[in-house]
């Protein structure tokens, strides 16, 4: 089993920056890949990012690129999410997600087994 646990979402003016942070625990160590999703109200869960735990590959949805880098920290089992020059859309609740058996970068919600809480992430005019 393995629990993952968000953090760093929040209220913050368009154009501004947040830090979303996400630690796994338990049997981390099969992790395949990580990634982070989101929900809009009245919208379907969307891929955000995503990231290979072996290696470095990583890889983003066209909205964000450039705006959003997602790294990891091995040795804190955790992943982050820089998000840059916010905008209005990019409002949501972010999930965390882990993927122990695909084995590859997966941008739809049921290639991931494990899921965090999620926080919110609001981005203001």
């Known amino acids: 089993q393995v629990h993952l646990v968000e953090s760093g979402g929040g209220l913050v003016q368009a154009g501004g920056s947040l830090r979303l942070s996400c630690t796994a625990s338990?049997?981390?160590?099969?992790?395949?890949?990580m990634g982070w999703f989101r929900q809009a109200p009245g919208k379907e869960r969307e891929f955000v990012a995503a990231?290979?735990?072996?290696?470095?590959?990583?890889d983003y949805t066209d909205s964000v690129k450039g705006r959003f880098t997602i790294s990891r920290e091995d040795a804190k089992n955790t992943v982050t999410l820089q998000m840059i020059s916010l905008k209005l859309e990019d409002t949501a609740v972010y999930y965390c997600a882990a993927d122990f058996q695909i084995g590859r970068i997966i941008r739809t919600p049921a290639g991931y087994q494990y899921w965090g809480q999620g926080t919110q992430v609001t981005v203001s005019s």
């Open positions: 990231i290979r735990w072996s290696g470095s590959r990583s």
């Open positions: 338990g049997r981390t160590s099969s992790t395949n890949t």
